[in-house]
């Protein structure tokens, strides 16, 4: 992001020195209305990672792969998924990819050891090692998958060229008002389209706006928020930022972080998109400004034991002794909408 520069949003302090800070940028977008606020550079362009997953589901549901399959809400939380690998994921995708006939070695994202320890524990204990459906994106492979099984296309569902990567830069292009974007390859080998933060946050707004007599897309929108909203615990996992605060606001946002600091949030009732980019990729500089974001809408309570958790802290050594706190900056600590 060459534009304006990245402003100063979470502070850290150790004691009473202030150690770190955070900068990055932020663009808050209402829909019909536009951008309502923003600090740092709101048309710089970014690689959304993670965040994005919810746009890169949307032509699992408006083909009619979705329903074609019987997919639930907890196929479609798993397909906007960033998961442990514990075991209420991967039991969940072993079944999917059994019902569309495949095994693990259809996905094409990779081997990755599961962040949930006691998943790593009893892989460990039983000699074995992980496979891909461990990987944090095995849910939304599994879901590429079952719309290329529904396309009748190949099994190269990561190349460019597959109608399934297709359909997913038009749906891109379509809720970002970004047309053809430049792409790089996200940790689990799939495309990644970048996007002006803005494009984001307007997508975002589309996702909160959408209704179920709006249109094929937007009803493909709203079951896909919804999933995430009914089914936290699949989005993320215990202890993670997403889980825990979409548990807090008990269906009010749902919230999905990306890799590099990058942090989305869908605010239904106010009909806001949130996205946010941490300039050093701090994934807990990310999470507490989408905490203090979401406070200030409303949505979530800012004394709630979560939100002062990931907001302020404290923070802890290995002895149990606070050692600090985080501090929101002042210029997003005194915003109100």
């Known amino acids: 992001m060459a534009g304006k520069a990245a402003e100063r949003l979470v502070e850290v302090h150790r004691g009473p020195i202030l150690e770190c800070e955070h900068r990055g940028h932020v663009v808050i977008w209402r829909h019909g209305d536009g951008m309502i606020a923003s600090w740092g550079d709101a048309e710089g362009r970014i690689l959304p990672r993670s965040s994005s997953k919810m746009i890169q589901a949307l032509p699992l549901v408006d083909s009619g792969a979705a329903d074609a399959f019987g997919l639930s809400d907890e196929h479609l939380a798993l397909a906007c998924a960033s998961h442990q690998g514990a075991a209420i994921h991967t039991d969940r995708v072993t079944r999917w990819l059994s019902d569309l006939d495949l095994g693990e070695d259809a996905l094409r994202c990779g081997v990755q050891w599961p962040n949930d320890l006691p998943a790593r524990d009893d892989l460990i204990c039983h000699h074995t090692g992980p496979d891909q459906r461990h990987n944090n994106c095995s849910g939304k492979h599994t879901g590429f998958l079952t719309l290329t099984k529904h396309l009748g296309a190949g099994p190269e569902y990561l190349d460019m060229s597959h ?3 297709q359909a997913i830069m038009e749906a891109w292009d379509d809720v970002t008002d ?6 790089a390859i996200d940790g689990c080998s799939a495309p990644n389209f970048a996007t002006r933060l803005s494009g984001l946050a307007r997508a975002m707004a589309a996702f909160a706006a959408a209704r179920p007599d709006g249109g094929i897309r937007q009803a493909a929108m709203v079951r896909l928020r919804e999933a995430m909203m009914r089914h936290p615990e699949l989005v993320a996992g215990e202890g993670r930022a997403c889980t825990r605060l979409m548990r807090a606001m008990k269906g009010r946002a749902a919230i999905k972080t990306g890799a590099e600091g990058v942090f989305i ?10 996205a946010l980019k941490i300039a050093d990729g701090a ?4 999470e507490a400004a989408i905490t ?10 800012p004394e709630h034991p979560e939100a002062r958790a990931i907001s302020h802290g404290p923070i802890t050594n290995w002895r149990g002794i606070e050692t600090g706190h985080y501090r929101i900056a002042h210029t997003l600590a005194n915003w109100t909408p």
């Open 178 to 183: 970004d047309a053809n974007p430049d792409y």
């Open 283 to 286: 994934t807990r500089g990310s």
């Open 265 to 274: 949030a869908i605010v239904p009732e106010h009909k806001i998109g949130v």
């Open 163 to 165: 109608p399934l990567q």
């Open 292 to 301: 203090r974001i979401l406070s200030a809408l409303g949505v979530l309570d």
